[in-house]
C-alpha cells in the first residue's frame, strides 16, 4: 500500500515537472522579450511575444506586453485590441487593469483638457 | 520505519505546495518607457510655414494683440523645429473665414505644400475686487480681520487653427485659455501678455509636438 501511494506521489510530481517544463518555454520567451524591451529594442520583444501567441493563443501575458508595445509604437488600435484580449484571459490581474486604465486615461485625458478649455 | 515513512510523504508534499505556487504565482516587472503620443501631424510634411495675421475679438488701448501673436509664434515656431518661418499679412474679417478652404488655398502663390498658422484672440484686463480674512500682517499676525483686496486679471483665449495651404482644410484646431491676477495694480498688459502666451505654447507644443511622453507600463512574465 505505501510503495502504491509513493509510486503515486511521484507520478505526480513528473506530471508536474513536465507541465513546468512547458510552461517554461513560453516563460523564456515571455522572458527574452521582456529583457529586449528593457534593452529598448521593441520589434524584437514584439517578434517573441507574437511567437509565444502563435502557439499559446491564452496567454493573458504575452497579449498585455503586446499592448504595451504597440502603445510604445504608436499603433493605438493594435494596443486596444491586445488590452483588451488580455483582459478576457485575465480579468482580476490587476497588473493589466492598471495599464489599461492607463492606456484609456491617457486618451481621455487629451479630450477632456479640449473640451475644459472650449468651456472657459 | 513508519516515522521514515511519513516523513517522506511530508517531504513529497512540501515538494509538491512548491509546485503548486509557482504554477499560481504570477510576477511582473515594471518598466518606464516612452510611450508614444497621438499628434495630429508633423512639420516634417510641410515645405513652408507661415503664420498669418490673427482676427482680434477686442482691443486693448495701446497693445496690438495681432502684431503680438504673430512675432511671437513665429519665432517660438522657427526656435522649436529648427525650420524658416515667414509671415504673411492676411485681412480676416471674421470667424467663418477660417473654414472656407477655397480663400486659403488659393492665398499660396507657389505650389509647394505650406501650413498656414492662423486662428482667433480675444485678450481682456479686468479689475477685482474682493473682501477677505486675512491676518492683520504687521499689527498682530495672530488676528484676523477683514480686509479689502483689488487684483489685475488679464485672460487671454486663442482658437487656434493649422490650414493645409494646398487645399485649404484645417488639419488642427483647438481653443486655448489662459488668465492669471496680479497683486500690482500696475501691471502692464506686454508683461501678462508674455506670461499668459508662454503658459499657452507650452499646452500647444506638447499637443503638436511632443512624440512622446514616459510612462510607467506593467509587463507580465506569467
Known sequence: MSIKINALWTLLILLLFMTQCAVHHTESQIQFGIEAAQHDLWDEAIFRWEKVIQSNPNSAAAHNNLAVAYERKGDFKKAEMEYEKALQLSPKDEQIQSNYQKFKEKITAKKKEEISDEKK | ?222
Open chain 2, 1 to 222: 520505519m513508519k516515522k521514515n515513512k511519513f516523513f517522506i510523504n511530508k517531504i513529497f508534499l512540501l515538494i509538491l505546495l512548491f509546485f503548486v505556487y509557482s504554477c499560481g504565482s504570477i510576477s511582473y516587472v515594471e518598466i518606464k518607457t516612452d510611450i508614444a503620443k497621438k499628434i495630429p501631424f508633423s512639420f516634417e510634411q510641410f515645405d513652408e510655414i507661415m503664420i498669418t495675421d490673427f482676427l482680434p475679438e477686442n482691443e486693448i488701448p495701446d497693445f496690438d494683440i495681432n502684431k503680438e501673436m504673430k512675432d511671437y509664434f513665429a519665432q517660438e515656431i522657427e526656435v522649436k523645429t529648427k525650420r524658416k518661418v515667414s509671415t504673411k499679412k492676411i485681412p480676416l474679417e471674421d470667424e467663418q473665414i477660417f473654414k472656407n478652404k477655397q480663400f486659403w488655398a488659393n492665398i499660396s502663390e507657389k505650389d509647394e505644400k505650406g501650413i498656414f498658422i492662423t486662428g482667433s484672440v480675444e485678450y481682456k484686463k479686468e479689475v477685482r475686487k474682493a473682501l477677505v480674512r486675512d491676518k492683520r500682517k504687521f499689527e498682530d499676525p495672530f488676528t484676523y480681520e477683514d480686509q479689502f483686496i483689488q487684483r489685475k486679471m488679464f485672460s487671454l483665449a486663442l482658437d487656434l487653427y493649422f490650414i493645409n495651404s494646398q487645399t485649404g482644410e484645417i488639419i488642427y484646431q483647438r481653443k486655448f485659455n489662459e488668465s492669471k491676477s496680479y497683486e500690482n495694480p500696475n501691471q502692464t498688459a506686454y508683461f501678462a501678455f508674455y506670461d499668459l502666451i508662454y503658459s499657452m505654447k507650452q499646452k500647444i507644443f506638447l499637443d503638436v509636438l511632443t512624440e512622446k511622453q514616459p510612462q510607467e507600463r506593467y509587463l507580465i512574465i506569467k
